[in-house]
């Protein structure tokens, strides 16, 4: 089973920014269950890996354990987490990104 977890913090921001529109975004984060490839690889630290997705000009990071990603097929992962934990415009998606790595390395991953 994939299990996806949204930080409060963000999804608190998803909806004061999309309001009506936030369905939409989670249903798009939530299609993950179903396809845990989905999602632009931005970087590695350790084992994990820091991915995105696109909705309108805006991106979604989240950060998922590669290793049992491309290990297992579809009917073999068993407790992949998932989890969202960032979001931003185009423009200020490197320091997003170098923001997530920097904590990732911080708490030893």
Known sequence: MIIIKILNSLRNEIFKKFKHDSLK????????E????????LGKVGNFSIRELK???FRFYF?????????????????????????SKKNNQQ???????KILNAIGV
């Not at 989670?26 to 299609?31: M, T, V």
């Open 63 to 87: 950060i998922l354990d590669s290793y049992k990603l491309y290990l297992f097929n579809k009917k073999e992962l068993a407790e992949l987490l998932i989890k969202f934990v960032k979001m």
């Open 55 to 57: 909705y309108q000009s």
């Open 25 to 32: 975004v989670l249903s798009l984060i939530e299609e993950l």
């Open 95 to 101: 320091k997003t990104i170098e923001e997530i790595k």
């Open 34 to 41: 179903n396809n845990p490839n989905k999602g632009k690889i």
